[in-house]
T-cell receptor, first 113, second 115 residues
Framework: DADVTQTPRNRITKTGKRIMLECSQTKGHDRMYWYRQDPGLGLRLIYYSFDVKDINKGEISDGYSVSRQAQAKFSLSLESAIPNQTALYFC????????????FGPGTRLLVL | QKEVEQDPGPLSVPEGAIVSLNCTYSNSAFQYFMWYRQYSRKGPELLMYTYSSGNKEDGRFTAQVDKSSKYISLFIRDSQPSDSATYLCAMSGGMIKAAGNKLTFGGGTRVLVKP
C-alpha cells in the first residue's frame, strides 16, 4: 500500500551494528505499529503507538526501541543487531475507532550476519 | 501452545475448487476475527472481519466464527490463480487501551491455486 512506506526494503547488516527502519504514512492515522514476521509464526507485535506521546511495548520488544517523530513517522531501531533478529518487519497504521483494519506497509527484509 | 493455531500448508487446489481455511484459538476474550491476505513480498491486507459468532459473506469469500468451539473458518468459492497467497487469521479482544487493540495472528496458510 503506497500510503504506508517503509525504508529500506532490504538490509543486510552485521552482528552488533545499530540499524534503523523507518515508516511513513500519508493516511492521517493516529495509531502505528511495528511487527516482525517469521516463517510459521505469523506476525508478532514489537511496539505500538497511539499518538506521538503514547508508545507501548508489544510482546517481543526486547532488543528494539522506537521513536514516533511525528504523527506520520514511526521508526524502529535495533541497538545491537543479532542474527535471531533476521526477519521481515512490517509497519502498520490504524485509525482510532476503526476496530478491524490495520494497513500494512510493504515490509523490510532484514538479514543479520 | 500458541494462542492462535493455523495449519501452515501449503494447500494446493485446482482452479474452481473451494478453498477451506481455519484457525483455532484458546483465548475466550477474543471478540473480533479477521482474515488477512498476503501476496509474496507484500504486506498483509484485510480481507474480511467478523464480530463475535456468525457468518459473513463477501462475493466468493465466506467467513465463519464459532466461539463455542473457538474455531474460525474462511471459504473461497470458485478459486482463481489470483487467490494464490498466504492467508493469516487474526483476532483481538476489542478496543481496550491496555491491549493496544493488539492483533494476535495465526502463522498463516499458504494457498496455491493451479490453473
Amino acid at each position: 500500500d503506497a500510503d504506508v512506506t517503509q525504508t529500506p526494503r532490504n538490509r543486510i547488516t552485521k552482528t552488533g551494528k545499530r540499524i534503523m527502519l523507518e515508516c511513513s504514512q500519508t493516511k492521517g492515522h493516529d495509531r502505528m505499529y511495528w511487527y516482525r514476521q517469521d516463517p510459521g509464526l505469523g506476525l508478532r507485535l514489537i511496539y505500538y503507538s497511539f499518538d506521538v506521546k503514547d508508545i507501548n511495548k508489544g510482546e517481543i520488544s526486547d532488543g528494539y526501541s522506537v521513536s514516533r517523530q511525528a504523527q506520520a513517522k514511526f521508526s524502529l531501531s535495533l541497538e545491537s543487531a543479532i542474527p535471531n533478529q533476521t526477519a521481515l518487519y512490517f509497519c502498520a497504521t490504524q485509525l482510532s475507532g476503526d476496530q478491524e483494519t490495520q494497513y500494512f506497509g510493504p515490509g523490510t527484509r532484514l538479514l543479520v550476519l | 501452545q500458541k494462542e492462535v493455531e493455523q495449519d501452515p500448508g501449503p494447500l494446493s487446489v485446482p482452479e474452481g475448487a473451494i478453498v477451506s481455511l481455519n484457525c483455532t484459538y484458546s483465548n475466550s476474550a477474543f471478540q473480533y476475527f479477521m482474515w488477512y491476505r498476503q501476496y509474496s513480498r507484500k504486506g498483509p491486507e484485510l480481507l474480511m472481519y467478523t464480530y463475535s459468532s456468525g457468518n459473513k459473506e463477501d462475493g466468493r469469500f465466506t467467513a465463519q466464527v464459532d466461539k463455542s468451539s473457538k474455531y474460525i473458518s474462511l471459504f473461497i468459492r470458485d478459486s482463481q490463480p489470483s487467490d494464490s497467497a498466504t492467508y493469516l487469521c487474526a483476532m483481538s479482544g476489542g478496543m481496550i487501551k491496555a491491549a493496544g487493540n493488539k492483533l494476535t495472528f495465526g502463522g498463516g496458510t499458504r494457498v496455491l491455486v493451479k490453473p
